[in-house]
């Protein structure tokens, strides 16, 4: 608002004088009115010829210092600490929680600009007050206020209740399917952004819930619906899809936006690592902290802040007795993980053994999350996954904290043993990690999709070789993974469900296939992933209907074994 206050008294100008020019050649004496009305006419007149729309002589003189300011950004010059408090000060930011507000609503607007993609001028601007005010929450202020931070392992709860919320309400109403990014028209309904888009694609310029005919086709981001899904979803293990909109924003990041944006995150990393090195604990701590929020969705930042060589001072602060700068630490660490060049540093430091540290030992049970988190990253160089699995804490580390009742900390884990089974030698120690009981015992107890789908991954990937396929057959879950394979809403799911049964079929030999066949419901839960199914998991039931039937053709004269469905519906599959 204050950038824009010369061109809002602009706007206001051009209204007034389109006003009293309108007023002039009226042709008031023409037209019958009373005389207290013609008098309030006359009044306006004469207000709209001397009224002046100037911004305020303050508003000016902080627009001039803030531009001063930003122009020292793109020289690499340190702005002055006492004027930039007396810009926040007459915009009324006086602390950190205040001034992180003002870079997300920065940070969500530069969104919709960029998706926009029309006034390069405007958005060269939002990112320029995104860089200041991202400094300013870094630099001038030294403590932060608990709105719902975790500097000190403190975290307020800012959802929102979802008590009494229609699910269907949150999904998209031409789709129907949980929206990813709900954008609402000039009618008042909104939409998931690639439903509406096509829609408008298709020639449409109504409203698809009420026919009316829209005035605008701009869509809007509706911020607080699109919170309350993710939360709902959060809650419940049900996968968030990622909008093409959403990889969009995330690929914005991957340029400052502005050179006085740039320039003010390459001194604000010089600033972060003195604190990192020379700071006091608490100092060091904030530090950590400032990292953390940073680079959780920037790109850019997490670049920068590689390349200024923050990565060997967190590994240090790993070792950390106090346990909020050791979480923050391996949280700035995590988003880290996930640069390329952020992963070499990493492990070119001996950053594995302090991560796998803090997996087994982390002073707190977010700490120990977040670095299952950072070795998933970390594990998608093959290299990474050699040295990973080569360490004898990290498997055993990772099962341990499969058990915690956490589901961030089992989603973590599960994710990481998964990427580890990318590398074959890793295959025999996750099945000596005891890993198998400790699935199908998930899969027996959880009601949570995502933890189950995670789970079938890591069995399945087992299964494809003799020794997994022994070690899950011993504990009987041939019946389970039928009764998952009938019952589950995830394509996913099924899918791994499918492959670990063709894989022990495979692996197993007749006895698993004379076990298959004598149970009733598995057929129809195959022939419907041959059309419902991904075409994955619709080869592989295919393969798997083979397998069975040739086994009761060949056995049809045994009478222990009874046809799972009438020979004339196996015939398509040959």
């Not at 930039?84 to 969500?108: A, M, P, Q, T």
């Not at 829209?214 to 996968?239: D, F, H, R």
């Not at 700071?279 to 920068?304: D, P, Q, Y």
């Amino acid at each position: 608002m204050l950038v824009n206050s010369d061109r809002a008294a602009n706007q206001f100008r051009i209204v007034i004088r389109g006003l009293a020019t309108g007023l002039d050649v009226f042709p008031l004496s023409t037209v019958d009115m009373s005389n207290e009305a013609k008098d309030l006419v006359e009044l306006i007149i004469r207000q709209a010829r001397k009224a002046s729309f100037e911004p305020d002589p303050d508003d000016k003189k902080a627009v001039k210092d803030l531009m001063r300011i930003l122009n020292h950004f793109e020289e690499g010059i340190a702005p002055d600490p006492i004027e930039i408090r007396r810009i926040l000060d007459y915009l009324g930011i006086h602390k950190w929680s205040s001034c992180n507000k003002e870079v997300k609503f920065l940070d969500s607007e530069i969104g919709t600009e960029f998706s926009n993609g029309e006034n390069i001028t405007k958005l060269e601007l939002l990112c320029s007050l995104m860089g200041f005010m991202s400094y300013c929450r870094c630099v001038i202020f030294d403590t932060v206020d608990f709105e719902s931070q975790h500097l000190n392992g403190q975290c307020s709860n800012i959802s929102k209740d979802l008590k009494g919320i229609n699910v269907d309400d949150l999904k998209c109403p031409i789709s129907l399917e949980m929206m990813s990014d709900p954008v609402t028209l000039s009618s008042g309904h909104t939409y998931d952004r690639c439903s509406i888009l096509k829609w408008f694609r298709s020639g449409n310029a109504t409203c698809p819930k009420t026919g009316e005919k829209l005035t605008s086709t701009e869509l809007v981001p509706n911020l607080v619906l699109k919170g309350m899904i993710q939360q709902y979803c959060a809650e419940n293990g049900i996968p968030v899809v990622v909008s093409r909109g959403k990889n969009r924003d995330i690929s914005r990041t991957v340029m400052a936006g502005s050179s006085a944006g740039e320039g003010a995150m390459k001194m604000l990393a010089g600033f972060l690592i003195n604190k990192l090195v020379n700071g006091s604990r608490e100092e060091m701590n904030k530090a950590a902290f400032e990292i953390r929020v940073l680079t959780k969705t920037s790109i850019f930042n997490r670049s920068c802040l590689v390349e200024s060589g923050t990565i060997p001072h967190l590994l240090k602060l790993l070792l950390s007795e106090d346990s909020n700068t050791q979480e923050n630490s391996i949280a700035a660490l995590l988003n880290l993980s996930k640069h390329s060049k952020g992963k070499c540093v990493i492990v070119e430091n001996e950053g594995l053994d302090l991560i796998v540290h803090v997996l087994r030992k982390g002073l707190k049970i977010e700490a120990q999350q977040h670095a299952a988190a950072t070795l998933f990253y970390l594990a998608s160089d093959e290299e990474n996954r050699v040295l990973i699995g080569e360490n004898p804490e990290a498997i055993p580390g990772l099962v341990e904290l499969v058990k915690n009742e956490n589901h961030h900390c089992k989603r973590n884990a599960l994710v990481a043993i998964f990427g580890l089974l990318v590398h074959p030698e890793n295959h025999w120690r996750v099945l000596a990690s005891g890993v198998v009981p400790l699935l199908l015992n998930l899969l027996r107890d959880s009601e949570r999709e995502d933890l189950v789908t995670d789970s079938l991954a890591i069995l399945a990937t087992l299964a494809e070789k003799i020794d997994g396929t022994v070690a899950i057959l011993r504990r009987g879950a041939l019946q389970l993974l039928v009764g998952i394979l009938n019952t589950s809403t995830s394509r996913t799911g099924k899918e791994y469900c499918v492959s670990m049964l063709l894989a022990l079929c495979v692996n197993g030999g007749l006895d698993v296939v004379a076990r298959l066949v004598k149970i009733p419901s598995l057929m129809g839960s195959l022939y419907s992933q041959l059309s419902e199914g991904t075409s994955r998991a619709s080869k592989k039931a295919s393969a798997i209907i083979k397998i069975l039937h040739q086994f009761y053709e060949n056995n049809s004269s045994s009478a222990s074994v009874t046809p799972v469905l009438p020979r004339e519906q196996f015939v398509h599959v040959w």
